[in-house]
């Protein structure tokens, strides 16, 4: 086999197998095959790399999930990896003959991207804390997305027989589902009286300060309606079960929540990323976790970093236009919610986000103008507390206010 200089590797990362295609620095394949999602076979493919060539550079289009043990074994290997996002990799096929789509034709993309492109994002092994912070918050964040889901299903099927008790609660609340677990129904609420339907709430663990109230509005919409809606045999036990079900994901967000505070509070970072105002930390863990934890030598610059979040505006010029700003169509959606998010609990409070806020609001911004360019500001923000190792202490003193 002929040993190249240099040769760039893709790998088109797959469930049970991947691709790899290796290109030389002219743009040739040397090699491209099939293998399985394995160790021997992982470790077998990056010793033909390293014997086709002096030096391998490998490229990915995925960074989760299926590529773990991938990754784990390229990292040990001590290899030099880059990502390559799935947008760029659709886009740059245009770039060669054939229409067609291939796992063999995504990995040389991959490779020829790599080749050819001298910016993309290095992949670099995550800090252990990092790394465990990475697979919480991604569990939240598919905890939340039942929770949002089963809550309006909830509301729906209220709202299919009792209106009236939908409109009166909030059922994004403990107690309110606590409240359906036992009654769905006018006639139910009428039966039991307010002595049962407080008891039921106090057996429950609804908050007992709220308990007369919630009691008064739930008879007050059962004294709304005194017809029987036809489906109510049907839908009521699925009120009663989806409402137990949402108290049972309520428990294990609670404490999954937990779980990411205290390890989020071992990270070195920790207490200088509180110390914003906005951030506390669950958005804390997500943002080591969407950025690696090291964000200094990840980006080079908080402008870098506000590029990658979707806070940095990008020019869309073209004969006579000039200065015409949008927002960029490739950026790291869930960074810019958290730094979206940590401005909006940042306008809460009096202190110089507020400030800052109500300033960009005078110059006659929108809300949602005024929220991005404080969010821009406190990349700026987070960016010098971590370069210089430090906590934020405003004048006056801000409280942390965050999610």
């Known amino acids: 086999m002929k040993v190249r200089e240099q040769i760039w590797v893709g790998i088109d990362v797959g469930k049970a197998h991947h691709h790899a295609c290796a290109v030389d620095e002219t ?32 490229a990915m289009d995925m960074t989760s999930g299926s590529a773990g043990l991938l990754l784990a074994v390229l990292h040990q290997a001590g290899a030099e990896l880059v990502y390559v996002p799935g ?19 995504d990995a040389f993309t991959i490779a020829e991207t790599a080749r050819l492109r001298h910016d993309l994002t290095p992949i670099t092994e995550p800090h252990a804390l990092v790394a465990e912070l990475q697979v919480l918050t991604a569990r939240r964040e598919d905890l939340m997305g039942d929770w949002v889901r089963g809550v309006n299903r909830l509301r729906d099927l209220l709202a ?13 609340t403990r107690s309110a589902l606590v409240l359906l677990t036992g009654f769905q129904t006018p006639d139910g ?24 109230a919630m009691v008064d509005k ?22 009663a079960r989806l409402a137990a079900q949402l108290l049972d994901l309520d428990r294990e967000i609670k404490d999954l929540d937990k779980q990411i505070t205290g390890t989020f509070s071992e990270h070195p970072h920790a207490a200088s990323i509180t110390s914003v105002n906005g951030f506390g930390p669950i958005l804390g863990a997500h943002l080591l976790a969407d950025t690696g934890g090291d964000l200094q030598t990840a980006f080079g610059s908080s402008a870098r970093l506000a590029a990658y979040a979707g806070l940095a505006p990008v020019p869309r010029d073209s ?16 960074l810019r919610r958290v730094f979206y998010l940590a401005a909006l609990s940042a306008i809460k409070p009096d202190g110089p986000s507020r400030t800052f806020y109500q300033r960009k609001r005078a110059e006659g911004k929108l809300h949602t103008q005024a929220v991005i360019a ?16 430090r906590e934020f202490h405003p004048s ?3 409280t942390a206010n965050a999610a």
């Open 396 to 398: 006056p003193p801000l």
């Open 189 to 212: 609420l009428r039966e039991a009286g307010a002595h049962r339907i407080a008891a039921h709430l106090r057996t429950g663990g609804a908050w007992p300060k709220g308990i007369p």
């Open 319 to 334: 004969g006579r236009v000039r200065g015409n700003l949008h927002r960029p169509k490739r950026y790291h959606r869930g």
């Open 27 to 58: 743009g040739k394949v040397v090699f491209s095959k099939r293998l399985g999602n394995g160790q021997a076979e992982i470790e077998a493919l990056i010793a033909r790399a390293g014997k086709a060539a002096g030096h391998v550079r490998w």
């Open 374 to 389: 404080l969010a821009r500001r406190l990349i700026d923000v987070i960016w010098a507390l971590l370069r210089d190792g």
């Open 87 to 105: 947008r760029l990799v659709n886009r740059m096929a245009g770039a060669f003959a054939g229409e067609g789509k291939s796992d063999a034709k």
């Open 160 to 172: 299919s027989i009792f209106p009236a008790l939908e409109a009166a609660f909030d059922y994004s």
């Open 218 to 239: 739930a008879l007050a919409a059962a004294a709304a309606q005194t017809i029987a809606l036809p489906t109510e045999t049907a839908v009521a036990p699925l009120i």
